[in-house]
Nanobody, 129 residues
Framework: QVQLVESGGGLVQAGGSLRLSCAAS????????MGWFRQAPGKERELIGA????????YYADSVRGRFTISTDNAKNTVYLQMNSLQPEDKAVYYC??????????????????????WGRGALVTVSS
């Protein structure tokens, strides 16, 4: 069974940076697209960005484009989320996800009957003002 485990969350001051990691175990996900999502208290889960493993196709939400970057290390079966210029509104639980079709990652939070193969358990990011 495939598992995704996020790490690297924590407390950071506004304007600071954090890098989240998402490590896959169980089997390789080299053919899977990877995505990052977040859910703030009282809000719906939202997509931050998604990428194919090769990086040939990427997507970022407008709210994070230019500040956040997704990268992958296929040898380590790990995907990263580099977050710069963090603001208090970025406080949320951050989740990674894996899915063969990048399209499903992009629309899972906005379309019905769309599923993602694997979700991580989440990592809390808190940004102090």
């Amino acid at each position: 069974q495939v598992q995704l485990v996020e790490s690297g969350g924590g407390l950071v001051q506004a304007g600071g940076s954090l890098r989240l990691s998402c490590a896959a175990s169980g089997r390789t996900l080299s053919s899977y697209a990877m995505g990052w999502f977040r859910q703030a208290p009282g809000k719906e889960r939202e997509l931050i960005g998604a990428t194919t493993r090769s990086g040939s196709s990427t997507y970022y939400a407008d709210s994070v484009r230019g500040r956040f970057t997704i990268s992958t290390d296929n040898a380590k079966n790990t995907v990263y989320l580099q977050m710069n210029s963090l603001q208090p509104e970025d406080k949320a639980v951050y989740y990674c996800a894996a899915e063969p079709k990048i399209h499903n990652l992009v629309v899972v939070t906005t379309e019905k009957d769309v599923n993602v193969a694997v979700w991580g358990r989440g990592a809390l990011v808190t940004v102090s003002s």
